[in-house]
């Protein structure tokens, strides 16, 4: 069962989801999904008395264990990694739920219309992600598994901080957050073995090699991958709009030939979302993040707003 674990860890609205459909679209990887679902809150798989449950039976055990909110995404503090409880804990939820994963959202099939069978889940190397604030909680990983590898996903923060923003977050919230992370993410990218930097932008740009390059720095043989996998989640149009593509549902799973990757991708996605943020918005948001921005080689210039054809005809007749 300890067969090198792989662990995304990245933003939420940074990409992460692509990325983890990508690894498991390998036949020996499977997915657990984010860790910090399988102790709180709620998922598409999960019924109102397993939400029940594992907020009694793991999340609180864990608080207990740690004192503090582990795996809240929400808490940027410092995570202590020292608790030998926990750490049991999170082994024993995330080897049964890699166990328990065959689902048409997680590892139903191997390869378009080929199941997994069972004790091929069983021997498959784990694939899970954590996000936000639980990017801290990676130090106790590596004591869990100590084999571990880790693949560190940024995005540029003003697109990033869109997609918060658009979902009720503040500016300040945002970005005291993406600076944390990717401060830690920095650091373990060179501090820890076996942990490789990817750009949200590089994938999207460039897929078939950038992916074939994350499976060999994985140990993992690109060449049993002809298709790929993908799940369907809103995104932001060409028009502004930010939607579903036609017919599909959130999270419908989706294969194409690995060739067909570079139709799928929008490199000008990030570019509308940063558009969709305000100045002001830009400026402070930057206040916070520039520093670690800069490091990952992110531009951190401040492109002032251009006025529409509405604004300038509203200017005028004020």
């Not at 020996?28 to 039976?57: A, P, W, Y």
């Not at 918060?164 to 060179?190: C, F, L, N, P």
Request: charged share 25%; hydrophobic share 40%.
């Amino acid at each position: 069962m300890d067969q090198a674990p792989i662990f995304v860890t990245g933003f939420s609205r940074g990409g992460t989801t692509m990325l983890m459909n990508l690894l498991a679209s390998h036949p020996q990887v499977c997915t657990v999904g984010e860790i910090h679902q399988l102790f709180k809150g709620s998922n598409i798989l999960d019924s109102r008395f397993q939400i029940i449950t594992k907020s009694l039976m793991r999340d609180f055990p864990l608080m207990l264990a740690t004192g503090q909110d582990f795996l809240s995404p929400r808490n940027i503090s410092d995570r202590s990694g020292s608790a030998k409880a926990a750490a049991w804990l999170i082994r024993r939820v995330l080897e049964a739920s890699k166990r328990k994963s065959s689902h048409a959202h997680l590892n139903q099939f191997k390869s378009p219309g080929v199941p997994y069978l069972q004790t091929e889940i069983n021997s498959s190397q784990l694939l899970a992600k954590n996000l936000d604030g639980t990017v801290l909680a990676s130090d106790l990983l590596r004591q869990i598994y100590p084999n571990c590898r880790f693949v560190g996903m940024t995005r540029h923060g003003l697109a990033v901080c869109e997609g918060h923003i658009r979902r009720g977050r503040t500016v300040k919230q945002v970005g005291e957050m993406y600076a944390k992370v990717a401060g830690k993410i920095i650091h373990d990218s060179q501090t820890v073995d076996n942990y490789q930097l990817v750009r949200f932008e590089d994938l999207v740009a460039n897929p078939i090699d950038t992916l074939d390059t994350i499976f060999e720095k994985l140990g993992l043989d690109s060449s049993l991958v002809d298709d790929v996998r993908l799940q369907e989640r809103k995104l932001v149009t060409k028009d502004g709009q930010h939607r579903l593509r036609k017919d599909c549902a959130e999270w419908d799973v989706r294969w194409l030939a690995k060739s067909d990757l570079p139709d799928e991708f929008d490199p000008g996605v990030n570019n509308r979302q940063i558009d969709r943020l305000s100045t002001e918005h830009r400026r402070k948001f930057l206040s916070y993040a520039s520093d670690v921005m800069g490091k990952l080689g992110y531009s951190t210039e401040v492109i002032e707003e251009v006025p529409s054809e509405f604004d300038s005809l509203f200017a005028a007749l004020a």
